[in-house]
């Protein structure tokens, strides 16, 4: 078609198409932005369905996370709100979709996660929040438009009961597949450990006192998934030092909220690993006597 014969209105006409599909284009950009406050989120009340890229932000003082649950026709946000105010961990019906893992006052973290439309809400259960603090409903529309996943250098699998890594992490900034083989769901928390402290009192610390001192910062991760086949991405900046991997499911489905029950971690779903120094020879080294990194 020879364009310069065609009436300027037509012109107009394409013009205008053309520049809303670039309009399309920059939205699938866009990332989710998700602000934990110490009064609940700031985030959006509508986001389009498809890969997401979620920027979560903790702006509190306290650590936060961010669960991403679609809730079943017939329950509102209401509803799944006094249900874990009775003390269940997963209402009947709702679907845990994964979600930013635990993190400090004043980190980042980032992950592309693929959510369906629905009905949403977004809850932090760090340390009771989840009964006392102001949860999200958010509504993921029927557009799509998907986020372009950066290319995973490094994959991270939730194995029952272990962490299997494929690839080093170096210092720097890695790209990482997060997968669950299971067969059981299984979530993962990062941690950088202060200087002096250990695996065991960061152990001690999740399971007897979250809200006290923490003995590392806790630099997100990615939640539970009901549909154990949903991969996620995260992208995450090492600086040297000691890292632990996390995870604090419990055992059973039917754990209450109201006490202490075992978890993965307690089954030893839990490993420490460190980032050398020395960047040109650096890789992923297990310490503390766990079993080699796989």
């Not at 799944?80 to 003390?87: H, I, L, Q, S």
């Not at 170096?170 to 299971?182: F, L």
Request: charged letters at 25%; one cysteine or more; a negative charge.
């Amino acid at each position: 078609m020879n364009i310069s014969v065609l009436p300027w209105s037509i012109l107009a006409i394409l013009c205008f198409i053309s520049a809303g599909c670039d309009r399309r284009v920059l939205e699938m950009d866009t990332p989710f932005r998700i602000v934990a406050t110490d009064a609940g989120f700031e985030a959006p009340e509508h986001v389009p369905s498809g890969m997401r890229h979620i920027v979560f932000e903790n702006h509190g003082s306290e650590i936060h996370e961010g669960m991403l649950v679609k809730l079943p026709q017939g329950m509102s946000p209401n509803d799944y709100v006094a249900a874990v105010k009775r003390g269940t961990l997963f209402p009947k019906g709702a679907v845990d979709c994964s979600g930013p893992g635990l993190t400090s006052p004043g980190e980042k973290t980032e992950m592309w996660v693929r959510l369906e439309p629905g009905q949403y809400i977004l809850i932090c259960w760090n340390d009771g929040h989840a009964k006392t603090r102001s949860a999200h409903p958010f509504i993921v529309d029927y557009t799509v438009a998907n986020d372009a996943v950066p290319k995973q250098e490094v994959v991270l699998k939730l194995v029952d009961f272990r962490f299997e890594i494929e690839g080093n992490l170096r210092s720097g900034v890695h790209i990482i597949r997060v997968e669950t083989p299971g067969p059981t769901m299984h979530e993962v928390d990062l941690f950088r450990l202060h200087d002096g402290k250990t695996v065991a009192d960061l152990n001690r610390w999740r399971k007897e006192d979250p809200g006290g001192p923490a003995p590392a910062d806790a630099l997100g991760g990615a939640l539970d998934s009901h549909d154990i086949k949903r991969v996620v991405w995260l992208r995450k900046n090492f600086a040297p030092g000691r890292y632990v991997l996390h995870c604090e499911m419990p055992l059973t489905p039917d754990a209450s909220a109201s006490h202490t029950d075992i978890t993965h971690a307690d089954l030893g779903m839990v490993r420490e690993f460190e980032i050398e120094r020395n960047e040109a020879t650096s890789e992923t080294k297990a310490v503390g006597g766990a079993p080699p990194l796989q």
